[in-house]
């Protein structure tokens, strides 16, 4: 079964990071990436552009709005996303537990894809 593994974190602390910092960062990514690929799980995976790159698309009424930015303020905000194939949510959650972003106190939402 493929489960999206969506990663929450505070954005302003990731750009606040120092390139030491944001590169140590990186090579924890990779690192993840590549476990995931020895256990045969990965199938997609990248980070997403800051919040203030969204656009939200939103029916009003009659009308649909076009809005800059992200559809919430929030504390942590949405910044990537793995696509895993496993056998059970058991190995997603596996896989969800060691994402880095857990280690520095993000958090990961697991969520099964719908074959349609």
């Known amino acids: 079964m493929r489960?999206?593994?969506?990663?929450?974190?505070?954005?302003?602390?990731?750009?606040?990071?120092?390139?030491?910092?944001?590169?140590?960062?990186f090579k924890e990514y990779a690192k993840y990436s590549d476990w995931l690929t020895e256990k045969g799980w990965l199938r997609a995976?990248?980070?997403?552009?800051?919040?203030?790159?969204a656009t939200t698309i939103r029916k009003q009424g009659e009308d649909v709005l076009t809005i800059d930015g992200p559809f919430a303020e929030t504390k942590e905000q949405l910044g990537g996303y793995y696509i895993v194939e496993c056998a059970n949510l058991d190995e997603a959650i596996e896989a969800a537990k060691r994402l880095p972003t857990v280690q520095a106190g993000g958090s990961v939402e697991v969520r099964p894809i719908v074959d349609m």
């Open 45 to 53: 995976g990248d980070p997403l552009a800051d919040t203030d790159k």
């Open 3 to 25: 489960y999206m593994l969506l990663i929450y974190g505070d954005e302003q602390a990731f750009a606040g990071m120092g390139p030491e910092e944001m590169t140590e960062t």
